[in-house]
């Protein structure tokens, strides 16, 4: 069963990892592709790579944990970092980083 409000998923653990890996990677990939389609430059391709890299070696890892661990109390806790880690938030929110970096370069050079 997927994870809904306190709910936990009760099967096997590396199913269940497997799974939220893959979504992660198919979220922040197509994310990636996104800023890649819009800005085509290697600059902000290559900084969006590092926060994918961030949500895929820090706060994945730091998401299993907590939910695998199953401390009472944490479901807030949670629901939100499942929010920030797999809905590609972190990737949206350099959208408009990269069009305002991209503005102001344009301004300075007019």
């Known amino acids: ?7 936990y ?7 269940f990892v497997v ?4 979504r ?11 800023v890649h389609g ?6 902000f391709t ?5 926060v994918f890299g961030f949500g895929m070696f820090v706060l994945l890892p730091v998401y299993f944990f907590v939910y695998l661990q199953r401390p009472p109390g944490m479901s807030s806790m949670l629901s939100h970092l499942h ?7 972190l990737m949206m929110l350099l959208i408009p980083a990269f069009w305002n970096q991209k503005r102001m370069e344009q301004e300075g050079q007019a």
């Not at 998923?9 to 199913?15: K, L, M, N, S």
């Not at 819009?38 to 600059?43: C, H, P, T, V, W």
């Not at 290559?46 to 590092?50: E, K």
């Open 9 to 15: 998923y009760t099967g096997p653990p590396i199913e």
């Open 46 to 50: 290559r900084f969006a790579i590092g």
């Open 83 to 89: 929010r920030i880690v797999f809905n590609p938030v």
């Open 38 to 43: 819009l800005f085509a430059e290697q600059r």
């Open 24 to 34: 992660y990677t198919l979220n922040d990939g197509f994310a990636l592709a996104l």
């Open 1 to 7: 069963m997927p994870y809904h409000g306190t709910d």
């Open 19 to 22: 799974n939220k890996c893959f």
